[in-house]
């Protein structure tokens, strides 16, 4: 490591004052919660028969996927529904479970342009790699993910721990996942509440949650310019106008960490320890199994999201793919905004 350029970080979020009380409503909730449907928003009807008949016109009428805009189709009942499913992200659970597109009846580009449609309504697509990739295939590639090595858990066939995207950069607002395929065995999706997470903090260790919204060092994955920082600096916990954002990677702080040769602290140590210990509680998460053509949106400032490891079907046709999106409404499109 003597060679890369450890000793540059970028800083992306300065610390703030903490927030002074508990989180509450709908978005402090914990897994055995009676969240209404699971959190599934269903296509109606007629959102269903705009989808068609915009794959219809894509059909007649090809485009590539960063070109097709929700401006030229007719989808109002698409956006009345993205508009409940956008105050949900927002003010609500913070995630939602779209079920479901109907991928029998249309080719996995039109399935994808749908997807595209459906989830700009939420706000503008955004690069989710520095060379500008705007859609992500999520497969297992056979891969390892290592300290500074760029590999991403999403494209192994690894378990995941709790964690929000892009927590080095410029976080996008929303993720999202579309399931072509699931995995043979395995592969279980999750989500957790940081709200619910940063209430028990600050009943049980305050002082810990109080080393939380200072910096961490995160691993920046070789997303970035040649001569950019390999590392960032940002707090786990952030007050924004009132309202919590979190940014967390376990994986992406020990492996910032490991590339500068340095060892936590132990108030750092115990206070990422006692994050896990709560988030990872039975009964703390929402779990479920990815369906063909579901499609989960999760408000990345609000929610941790993971999955468990998987083993895959032998035949290639038949593997787990998953096409992941991000949408951000600040910043410019860049991977770093």
Known sequence: MSDLRIDDVKVVGTPTDMLDRDVDGDAAWIGDTDIPDGGKIHLSDACLDELRAAAQTLRDNPLPLLAVSQDDFDLDAC???????????????????????????????????????????????????????????VRDTGKQPLAGNGVRSSITNKGQSYHTDNSYDLAPDYVALMCFQPSMEGGVSGLVSFQTV?????????????????????????????????????????????????????????????????????????????????????????????????????????????????????????????????????GRPFYAG
């Open 79 to 137: 956006r009345a529904l993205m508009g409940d499913v956008k105050r949900v992200l927002d003010d609500g659970i913070g995630f939602a479970i779209i079920d479901r597109l109907p991928l029998d009846d249309l080719s996995t580009e039109e399935a994808e342009a749908c997807y595209w449609l459906i989830g700009s309504m939420l706000g503008r697509p955004v690069a989710q790699k520095y060379d500008g990739l705007m859609k992500y295939d």
């Open 198 to 330: 940063h209430n028990e903090l600050r009943k049980r260790h305050p002082d810990l949650l109080e080393r939380l919204y200072k910096p961490f060092y995160f691993d920046r994955q070789q997303e970035h310019a040649e001569d950019d920082a390999l590392i960032s600096q940002t707090p786990v916990f952030r007050c924004i106008e009132g309202r919590l954002s979190v940014r967390f990677s376990e994986r992406l702080i020990e492996q910032a960490f490991e590339m500068r040769g340095e060892e936590f602290d132990a108030k750092s140590r115990e206070a990422i320890e006692a994050m896990l210990k709560i988030m990872n509680a039975p009964g703390m998460d929402k779990e479920f199994a990815f369906e063909r053509g579901q499609i989960q949106i999760v408000n990345n400032t609000r929610l941790g999201h993971r999955r468990t490891g998987f083993t895959d079907w032998p035949e290639p046709e038949r593997r787990r793919h998953l096409v992941r999106l991000w949408f951000r409404n600040s």
